[in-house]
């Protein structure tokens, strides 16, 4: 799965020294508790053209609202 193959490589600078594997597990099992529920919500919700356009629409200002942060360096 190269997604969660990118995750881990984003999560793993971030996490605390030696932590790093579980930082990944932690991120591996969001995203697949995040589709399981878009999945479950999916079937009742079908055939509703407001719903997703509404969801769309709060991502969208969850992403602007986020503060800029840069990465930081690692220690060499």
Do not use: K
Request: charged share 5%.
């Amino acid at each position: 799965m190269p997604l969660l193959t990118v995750a881990s490589l984003a999560v793993a600078p971030l996490a605390p020294p030696g932590t790093a594997t579980e930082a990944a597990g932690w991120m591996a099992s969001a995203i697949r508790m995040g589709l399981a529920a878009g999945t479950a919500a999916a079937g009742p919700l079908a055939g509703h053209f407001a719903v997703p356009l509404a969801a769309a629409a709060l991502c969208t200002l969850l992403l602007a609202a986020r503060p800029a942060t840069a990465p930081v360096p690692a220690a060499v």
